[in-house]
């Protein structure tokens, strides 16, 4: 009997053992890889991709409009510069607002100012609501532009 009690240890030793090292196998395993998400999750946002911002940026000279609220007179004086990949045919790269329809983009951007409201435009939501309309309406009237951004140089709204 003492035999066969000795050959049951080992054996029981060696399921356990085997068990344990499993174990620590997957956990050390799934910490390695939540640690190396993670890292790479943080290299994402730390790195922004060059391809995601425009090439060329046009500055828009000013503009100076009344709103469409109609119990007070408020004003709107904003400045923009446009986000664009590629210059259309003609243009300067050195000056690149020389060859652009400038008479239509301000058309375009003076239809989405004059029908705006003071009062959301003062939140960020509103501002940021204000971008996707211009590049809305900057994509339907000079879609050979292909506006990728619109950044506020300069944003009053005069209540």
């Given at each position: 009997m003492a035999e066969s009690a000795s050959a049951t240890a080992p054996a029981k030793f060696s399921v356990v053992s085997m068990l344990t090292i499993a174990l620590?196998?997957?956990i050390g395993g799934g910490g390695s890889a939540w640690f190396v998400i993670q890292r790479a999750k943080a290299a994402d946002t730390s790195h922004a991709d060059p391809g995601l911002v425009p090439k060329y940026t046009v500055h828009l000279e000013g503009f100076t409009v009344n709103l469409a609220d109609t119990e007070?007179?408020?004003?709107?004086?904003?400045?923009?510069?446009?986000?664009?990949d590629r210059l259309p045919d003609g243009t300067n790269r050195e000056k690149p607002a020389s060859g652009m329809p400038v008479a239509r983009i301000r058309d375009a951007v003076l239809?989405?100012?004059?029908?705006?409201?003071?009062a959301p435009l003062l939140t960020p939501e509103g501002k940021e609501q204000l971008k996707k309309n211009l590049l809305e309406a900057l994509h339907h009237q000079v879609p050979e532009l292909d506006v990728r951004d619109v950044y506020f140089t300069e944003f009053l709204v005069q209540r």
């Open positions: 620590l196998a997957v007070e007179t408020h004003f709107l004086r904003v400045t923009m510069d446009l986000g664009i239809s989405v100012l004059t029908v705006c409201k003071a």
